[in-house]
């Protein structure tokens, strides 16, 4: 059993949390009773998931999306009001991590995705320390088809595949692959740069499909939220494993 504060304290620590400039605070953002026993994971904080953690008992919610993001409204009111009058009423704690948890290079999305699909050598794609999109390869050079197949069967959706025009081009094999969870479809055109054969996200925009065709590098969309499932799942387990808490993993399907 841990207190609300030590559990923060730890998860900062894993996650490298302040060391990351974010878009919205990371850690404890809704405080509740200070004794931990029962945590429930899930992609973002919606009140379906809270009223899950309420019938559940929990004492406290980890998820990636939280709340008060910088082009937010500040207002607790509406949907936002309910959801955090929830927790409160309940006494239940909030913590979100967002771009720690996306770029961890174990328990991250990033380092989840490449590992469901036998990807290694999972790097940084930005020339930077603390880079957003990541980079990773495989043994051996495989098919379009093969990498979407993979995909479909790590993420349980099928993907969008977007490539050039020419006939020749789906013959092409891909080695090197890049990997943004969520809303990282901007950097196909790093990806490209770096010399990446494939690019894959969450979301898709008008001009990846573009990007992709006329750059010539495979673009794979597979869902915001699908990509964005494990690496909260990942670190729910880690702490049951290395703490004893009771944690449970609640997936909130979201289309997107």
Not at 32 to 53: F, H
Not at 68 to 95: T, V, Y
Request: proline fraction near 4%; charge should be negative.
């Amino acid at each position: 059993m841990l207190t609300n504060f030590e559990l923060e304290q730890i998860l900062d620590e894993k996650l490298n949390s302040k060391m990351i400039a974010d878009y919205a605070p990371n850690g404890l953002q809704v405080e509740g009773k200070r004794q931990i026993r029962k945590i429930i994971t899930g992609v973002t904080a919606t009140l379906p998931l809270i009223e899950q953690a309420i019938a559940k008992q929990a004492d406290a919610v980890l998820v990636h999306h939280g709340y008060f993001w910088k082009s937010e409204n500040p207002c607790i009111r509406g949907m936002k009001g309910k959801r955090i009058k929830q927790l409160l009423a309940n006494d239940i704690n909030l913590f979100a991590y967002h771009l720690p948890l996306d770029i961890h290079t174990e328990l991250g999305n990033n380092a989840q995705l490449a590992k469901q699909i036998g990807a290694i050598n999972l790097q940084g794609l930005e020339d930077k320390v603390h880079s957003i999109p990541a980079v990773a390869e495989f043994e051996q050079p495989i098919s379009a088809t093969e990498l979407a197949e993979r995909l479909e069967r790590a993420l349980k959706r099928k993907p969008t595949v977007c490539h050039e025009f020419t006939a020749e081009f789906p013959q092409k094999r891909i080695k090197k692959v890049g990997i943004c969870s969520g809303g990282g479809q901007g950097y196909i055109d790093l990806a490209y740069q770096k010399g990446c054969d494939a690019f894959i996200s969450g979301e898709i925009s008008e001009q990846t499909t573009h990007s992709a065709r006329e750059q010539g590098i495979y673009y794979f969309a597979c869902g915001h939220h699908a990509t964005e499932r494990d690496g909260v799942k990942a670190l729910g387990e880690w702490l049951a494993e290395h703490y004893q808490l009771d944690v449970e993993f609640i997936d909130i399907d979201n289309p997107a």
